[in-house]
């Protein structure tokens, strides 16, 4: 594969989008071309840097993960990935990502889960959505 996956972080906490840039970055066949700490710096980064897939948290200033799921989906498709502490907690939060559009979830670290494990799944995850992204 030429094209390398080009994936933008939203979250709000500069550390998880630190981490996940940095261990998304360490795959050659990846490129973080954008970081965002809330929805509004999110949608003009996905318009100007035209990212394959797109990494999102829920619990956000300003404007909560599943509405801006929502919004996006119905004006600029483009594979997410759910990204949330919230999906441990809470049952119906990854059903209703997935029914918004969702690519998938994942759940951040938490219990027996390690940091490792969750990198590993979101990059696995990354892969597939930029092999179905023409679907969305």
Sequence with gaps: MNEKIKVL?????AIVRDLLEKKI??????????????PYVARDKIVRLNPHVVT?????????GLTFLQKLMQYYPVPIIIVSSLLAKDS?????????GAFDVVAKPHGSISVQEVIQEIVQKIRLA????HTF
């Design 25 to 38: 970055s360490e795959h050659p066949d990846m490129e973080v071309v954008g970081t965002a700490m809330d």
């Design 56 to 64: 999102l948290d829920i619990e956000m200033p300003r404007m909560d």
């Design 92 to 100: 119906l939060t990854p059903i209703k990502a997935l029914e918004l």
């Design 130 to 133: 930029y092999q179905s992204r």
């Design 9 to 13: 972080i939203v979250d709000d906490s």
